[in-house]
């Protein structure tokens, strides 16, 4: 199984930006996706998870601004990120819950980080 993230980048104050994250490889079903993030010298912290069923469950600090959204056909998972703050500047990752059998136990997967920067 394989996470790959895109869509970082540098942004101005109050831009936007998309995240994209797609699973790949061979398993049984994905439960949870979410979007990370860690900042220069602070914890990674949670923001934004969607369940298989579409529960979508969001960090504080971006309710309101961020959406996740999913594809389950496609195996995918969406961070739209309006109204960009500086405090929002870190490395997003992107984590898939995923079974690899009917029969087995489920494992976290991360994909590597992707640089998000707001700043003038």
């Known amino acids: 199984v394989q996470l790959q993230a895109s869509g970082g980048g540098l942004v101005q104050p109050g831009g936007s930006l998309r995240l994209s994250c797609a699973v790949s490889?061979?398993?049984?079903?994905?439960?949870?996706m979410g979007w990370y993030r860690q900042a220069p010298g602070k914890q990674r912290e949670l923001v934004a998870s969607?369940?298989?069923?579409?529960?979508?469950d969001y960090a504080d600090s971006v309710k309101g601004r961020f959406t996740i959204t999913r594809d389950s056909a496609k195996n995918t998972a969406d961070l739209q990120m309006n109204s960009l703050k500086p405090a929002d500047t870190a490395v997003y990752y992107c984590?898939?819950?995923?079974?690899?059998?009917?029969?087995?136990?489920?494992?976290?997967?991360w994909g590597l980080g992707t640089q998000v920067t707001v700043s003038s």
């Open positions: 490889g061979t398993f049984f079903t994905i439960n949870n």
């Open positions: 969607i369940t298989s069923g579409g529960s979508k």
């Open positions: 984590k898939a819950v995923v079974r690899s059998a009917w029969y087995s136990q489920s494992v976290n997967y």
